[in-house]
């Protein structure tokens, strides 16, 4: 797996297109709005492409938090994970975020290329920006947008969304992520949602 060392971290260099557990098991491929939302009621785990459109892999895929919260494998979870690296936790980010020096630094995480701003004039009409970025340490963050639990799409262009395996321990059942956007933000998110995923090393 292609990596790059980011202070004592080691990340995977592109965005998971993992459609397997680490056991072999295929995770459930969902390519409609309501196959997504039935995967999310029914707590199955389940990945996408961006707009169920497989020219969109380059992005990573989209995965549902119930690849990480597995009801049906509590005692011995499935895993994601591949060549020695695994879904980071809350932690595993808190520590990207204090190498890079707080949230107000985030752009030191994208990619060169693929980023836009977006905005809308006085028709109504969207205003698509190209943004430069220089990728100071090599995470090569792609805008990978985002989908909700109804299987509607967002912000590819200008916003990446990412996993922890980390459950919020408020007992809401959420799950926490990370924000690559304006800031480098925390926010618990409900697992039915679909984010990208990023791989540390073990």
Request: aromatic share 14%; proline share 3%.
């Amino acid at each position: 797996m292609d990596s790059v060392k980011i202070g004592d971290q080691i990340w995977s260099l592109n965005n998971s297109t993992l459609k397997t557990f680490s056991n072999g098991e295929e995770i459930h491929h969902s390519t409609s709005k309501e196959d997504w939302e039935e995967c999310g009621l029914i707590e199955k785990p389940a990945w996408c492409y961006y707009d169920f459109d497989e020219k969109n892999e380059k992005y990573g895929l989209l995965y549902n938090g119930y690849v990480f919260i597995d009801p049906m494998w509590e005692d011995k979870p499935r895993e994601l994970s591949q060549d020695g690296f695994k879904v980071p936790t809350l932690e595993d980010w808190n520590q990207l975020d204090e190498f890079i020096g707080g949230k107000d630094n985030v752009d030191q995480l994208k990619s060169s290329e693929g980023w836009e701003k977006v905005e809308t004039d006085d028709n109504d009409n969207e205003i698509k920006t190209p943004l430069q970025y220089d990728d100071q340490h090599g995470f090569n963050c792609l805008p990978s947008g985002w989908v909700n639990d109804q299987g509607e799409f967002y912000q590819l262009g200008s916003i990446s969304k990412f996993w922890s395996s980390t459950q919020n321990d408020d007992g809401s059942g959420k799950v926490w992520s990370r924000i690559v956007g304006f800031k480098f933000m925390s926010v618990s998110i409900k697992p039915e949602n679909g984010y990208s995923v990023r791989l540390i090393k073990k």
